[in-house]
C-alpha cells in the first residue's frame, strides 16, 4: 500500500476543472421532477412486496426495514446548512419543552473550548471516539470545497399523519461556511455474511443496518465535537457533500469499477458517513493498493450487473448523464439504467458489492491475496479466474437462511 500527496492524487484522478454537484441530479431525486426519467416507470419507490419465495418473505421484508429504523436519528439532525421541512416541523412540534435540554443543548460551561495547540492527539482521540461510537473506520482530510453540493434537494416527502402539509420539492444553494475546514469520513462494515444473499431483502438488510449505524454514530460524534466547543455539520446520510471523493482523499480506500469506495479491510462492503468541522485536525493522505489496475483486468461486476450499468471500457472523465459528475477520471455508472432496474424489481441490488473479488471475510488468506493483487499486479486475470473457480461472488440461494444465519452480537461489531 502507497500513501499518495494530494497533488498525486489529483494526477490520477482530475483530469479538468470539476464543478459542484447539483444534489438534484442523482437518480434517487431525478424521479421527482425530471418528467423524462419519470416517465419510464409508475413506481420508482422500491419499497419492496411480500412473495412466497425465501428472500422476499415477510419476514426477510421486515429485517429490512427494521434494519433501517436507525435512520431516524436523522430526523433531528438541524445541523446542516438546509435542514429538511421535516426536521424543522418535527422540532416544531416536539418543542424544546420536550426534549432533554441537557443532553441536547450542552455547552461547555463558559465558553470553554478544548486546547487546540496539539491537533494530532486531537486526532487520534476523535478517532478513538469515532471507532467507540460505532465506526469501523475512520479517516480525516481537508474539506475539498469541489464535493460539496452547490443546492440541495428535498423531494417532499412529510407526512400529513404527522399534522403537517406536504413539503413542496425544491432545490437550495448550499454553503458550508469558511471557518470549516475539515471532515472527518467514517466507514460501517456491512454483514459478509448477508451480502452474499444479494440481490434479496437478506443482503438490503445489512445495507440498511449500515445506514442506521451510520446516522447513530454520527449523531454521537458531532454531539462529542460541540461539547468540545466547537462545531460539527452532521452528514450522515448521502447528502451535504460528494461522500467518495472525501473517503479517498481521506486514505479510507480507492475508487472501484462499480463506482464505490474499495477499502483494504472491506473491499466495497461499507457504507460512508462524514462530518465537517472547524476543529483543528491533521487530515490523512489518500491511498492506493492496486484496484486501478486489478479492476482494468477483472471487470466481473461488468459482467454480472443485471442492469449492465457498468462500464467494460476504459475510464473516462466524460458523463454518460446528468447524474454523472464530469471531470473525474473513472469508471462512471449509468445511474439511470441502474436505479430504474432497482424499481422494475422494487428492490436494491447490491450485486457488485456481493460479486466484487475484494468482498471477501477477514482472514490472512485474503490479506494475502490483497496484498500480491498490490505487489504482483501482472496476475491480476489469474486472479480473477481463482476468484470465480472457488465460487465467490455467486449469489447465495435464501432456503435456509433463518436456520443458518448466525447474526454478530449487537449494532457495534
Known sequence: MKKLTLNEWEEKYIVRSVERFDQKYTMFNRPSWDSEIKGFLDNWS??????????????????????????????????????????????????P??????????????????????????????????????????GVCRLDRRWVYSHTYERGELSRSAGCEMAIPGSKPQEIPEEFHYAIVMGF????????????????????????????????????????????????????????????????????????????????????SKLITDLPLVADMPIEFGVMEFCTACKKCAEVCPSQSISFGERTAEQIN???????????????????????????????V?????????????????????????ADSFYTKMDNLFGYGKPKKADNFWEEWHPKRGIFH
Open 322 to 352: 446528468v447524474s454523472n459528475v464530469a471531470g473525474e477520471l473513472k469508471w462512471s455508472i449509468n445511474a439511470e439504467t441502474c436505479r430504474m432496474y432497482w424499481a422494475r424489481g422494487n428492490k436494491p441490488c447490491t450485486v457488485c
Open 354 to 378: 456481493a460479486c466484487c473479488p475484494y468482498n471477501k471475510p477477514n482472514t490472512w488468506f485474503h490479506h494475502f491475496v490483497f496484498w500480491a493483487t498490490d505487489h504482483i499486479r501482472w
Open 97 to 138: 419543552a420536550n426534549l432533554d435540554m441537557q443532553a441536547v443543548h450542552y455547552k461547555p460551561p463558559g465558553g470553554v473550548k478544548i486546547d487546540v495547540s496539539d491537533p494530532q492527539t486531537i486526532t487520534r482521540n476523535i478517532k478513538k471516539v469515532a471507532t467507540y461510537f460505532g465506526a469501523d473506520l475512520v
Open 189 to 272: 462494515e456491512e454483514d459478509y455474511t448477508m451480502i452474499k444473499y444479494s440481490p434479496t431483502y437478506i443482503a438490503d438488510a445489512a445495507t440498511s443496518m449500515g445506514y442506521s449505524r451510520m446516522a447513530i454514530t454520527n449523531a454521537y460524534l458531532s454531539a462529542f465535537i460541540r461539547n468540545l466547543g466547537f462545531n460539527a455539520i452532521d452528514c450522515s446520510t448521502n447528502d451535504v457533500a460528494l461522500s467518495i471523493p472525501m473517503a479517498m482523499q481521506a486514505g479510507l480506500g480507492d475508487l472501484g469499477r462499480n463506482g464505490l469506495l474499495i477499502t483494504p479491510q472491506f473491499g466495497p462492503r461499507v457504507r460512508l
Open 46 to 95: 422500491f419499497i419492496g412486496e411480500v412473495k412466497q419465495k425465501p428472500g422476499y418473505t415477510l419476514q426477510d421484508l421486515a429485517l429490512r426495514w427494521a434494519s433501517r429504523r436507525g435512520t431516524l436519528m436523522e430526523l433531528f439532525n438541524i445541523s446542516k446548512p438546509n435542514p429538511s421541512r421535516i426536521t424543522k416541523a418535527i422540532m416544531d412540534m416536539i418543542g
